[in-house]
């Protein structure tokens, strides 16, 4: 099949579904950004009837393009990494170390897939432990689909864009997610701050590719980064407590590394 072949069933494909979307055009115009690899990634999804749309994109970074999509009637979100602008030194780092991920090639786009699994697991994990994260669907190579987070067709906005009513309530849920994170699922998140937090019905975390296990060399290191950026965000809005007690209240009882 050549691109011209893959971009035409995937057309199809989607199209045979009839899509809602407000700005499915939009999809068009994007689909050249995306190499091979990724349209036949997304074919299959199609075909397998796991997408049945795709509209607009939320979000275009430099790591991933993330769109609006529609599977059996209900919005979903389709998060593609892109192969081309990874940045696969810094991801190596934060896949050395986490047992779950040792037996990745080195390869780029091997590591972009064990990235987006990764991304998946710690979704999935992160759920499971009851702490609110977008449910994951599905994952495929470098394509992530995950439940949307929003109202209508419009998603909720990031902490740092968003209006909190009560800022104190807000700060000490996302402290409690955290614990919980470390506790229960044994995971630091490792980016967390008012860009990887929507403000819902109540916040949820999200973008979770990088977290890591409490196995990783740098996991304590990286939940000192958490802390301090989540303390320093909410500090012109409420009181917050000290990173050193909040560290130690988030580890208690934790085995930590010498
Ligand atoms: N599940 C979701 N529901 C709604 N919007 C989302 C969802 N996931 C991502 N977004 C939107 O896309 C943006 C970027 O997502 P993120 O996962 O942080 O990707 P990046 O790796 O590019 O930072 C978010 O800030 C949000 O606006
Ligand atoms: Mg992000």
């Not at 991920?101 to 710690?122: G, H, L, M």
């Not at 000490?172 to 860009?195: F, G, N, P, Q, V």
């Amino acid at each position: 099949m050549d691109r011209d072949e893959i971009q035409s069933r995937l057309d199809r494909e989607l199209h045979s579904h009839g899509a809602r979307l407000k700005d499915a055009d939009q999809w068009k115009v994007r689909q050249d950004v995306f190499d091979e690899a990724t349209l036949i990634a997304l074919y299959r999804l199609a075909n397998k009837k796991i997408i049945s749309s795709i509209g607009g994109a939320l979000s275009t970074g430099k790591e991933a393009n993330i769109f609006l999509g529609e599977k059996d009637g209900q919005l979903i979100v389709i998060k593609i990494y892109m192969i081309r602008t990874a940045n696969f030194k810094a991801m190596t780092d934060y896949l050395d170390g986490d047992p779950r991920f040792a037996n990745v090639r080195r390869i780029k786009k091997e590591i972009i897939f064990a990235w987006t699994r990764k991304e998946y697991s710690n979704l999935m994990r992160a759920q499971e432990a009851g702490i609110a994260v977008p449910k994951p669907l599905a994952f495929n190579r470098n394509i992530l689909l995950m439940e949307f987070l929003g109202k209508d067709e419009k998603p909720y906005p990031q902490l740092r864009l968003a209006m909190m009513e009560d800022a104190e309530k807000i700060y000490h849920l996302i402290l409690e997610y955290m614990e919980i994170l470390c506790k229960k699922a044994r995971l630091i998140h490792a980016d967390l701050s008012e860009y990887n937090i929507l403000l819902g019905d109540r916040p949820y975390l999200i973008d979770m590719g990088q977290s890591v296990t409490l196995d990783h060399p740098r996991a304590m290191q990286f939940l000192i980064r958490d802390i301090a950026n989540v303390n320093r965000f909410f500090k012109s809005y409420c009181d917050t407590i000290a990173d050193k007690e909040l560290f130690g209240k988030i580890t208690e009882g934790i085995i930590q590394e010498p």
